[in-house]
């Protein structure tokens, strides 16, 4: 009987880890078909829930990410204005009006921290790309606006990108 239990345990664990659909963190060269962006550029496709840090006319890397949920999303050019490694967060107020009994302030580091191992702000706004504690969220249409990556990818691109970077971001 115990056997029988543990056979069938594993077969259901086996069965989640390959019908998983999470995003696994891997920033990938591709070939992108970028032309119109400089080499350094990050841009957001929104409808495709990815980021491509542009290399130069024909390469970018390429990471999965959240982004606005209905309603939430946002198009336009922005730049990186600041870079932080375990940030503390102020939820928005509008993520405190939907939900009040949130924490003023949730300390970096903590596991509760929506902003995850680093952040970079945008000018304009209040909205960042940032990590998360989360990692199933990503590759959804999940956040307030913010673009949302895997804690190894932002720390990735966080090492590739400086203050100042132009961001676009597009539908």
Same mark, same amino acid.
């Given at each position: 009987?115990?056997?029988?239990?543990? &056979?069938?345990?594993?077969?259901?664990?086996?069965?989640?880890?390959?019908?998983?659909?999470?995003? $696994?963190?891997?920033?990938?060269?591709?070939?992108?078909?970028?032309?119109?962006?400089?080499?350094?550029?990050?841009?957001?496709?929104?409808? $495709?829930?990815?980021?491509?840090?542009?290399?130069?006319?024909?390469?970018?890397?390429?990471?999965?990410?959240?982004?606005?949920?209905?309603?939430?999303?946002?198009?336009?050019?922005?730049?990186?204005?600041?870079?932080?490694?375990?940030?503390?967060?102020?939820?928005?107020? $509008?993520?405190?009006?939907?939900?009040?009994?949130?924490?003023?302030?949730?300390?970096?580091?903590?596991?509760?921290?929506?902003?995850?191992?680093?952040?970079?702000?945008?000018?304009?706004? $209040?909205?960042?790309?940032?990590?998360?504690?989360?990692?199933?969220?990503?590759?959804?249409? &999940?956040?307030?606006?913010?673009?949302?990556?895997?804690?190894?990818?932002?720390?990735?691109?966080?090492?590739?990108?400086?203050?100042?970077?132009?961001?676009?971001?597009?539908?």
């Amino acid at each position: 009987m115990l056997m029988r239990i543990a &056979v069938a345990l594993a077969a259901t664990i086996g069965a989640g880890v390959l019908m998983s659909t999470a995003a $696994e963190a891997r920033p990938e060269m591709v070939g992108a078909h970028l032309a119109d962006y400089s080499p350094g550029t990050i841009v957001v496709k929104t409808s $495709e829930r990815r980021l491509y840090l542009i290399l130069d006319n024909g390469h970018a890397v390429r990471y999965p990410v959240g982004v606005g949920k209905s309603g939430k999303q946002w198009a336009g050019t922005t730049r990186i204005d600041g870079k932080y490694r375990n940030p503390a967060w102020s939820p928005p107020a $509008e993520v405190k009006r939907d939900k009040p009994n949130m924490p003023d302030v949730i300390p970096g580091g903590s596991p509760r921290n929506p902003m995850g191992v680093a952040a970079m702000t945008l000018a304009g706004g $209040e909205y960042a790309i940032h990590g998360t504690n989360v990692p199933g969220s990503v590759g959804g249409f &999940v956040s307030y606006g913010c673009i949302r990556m895997l804690n190894d990818d932002i720390t990735d691109l966080y090492g590739r990108v400086s203050v100042g970077t132009t961001v676009v971001v597009t539908r």
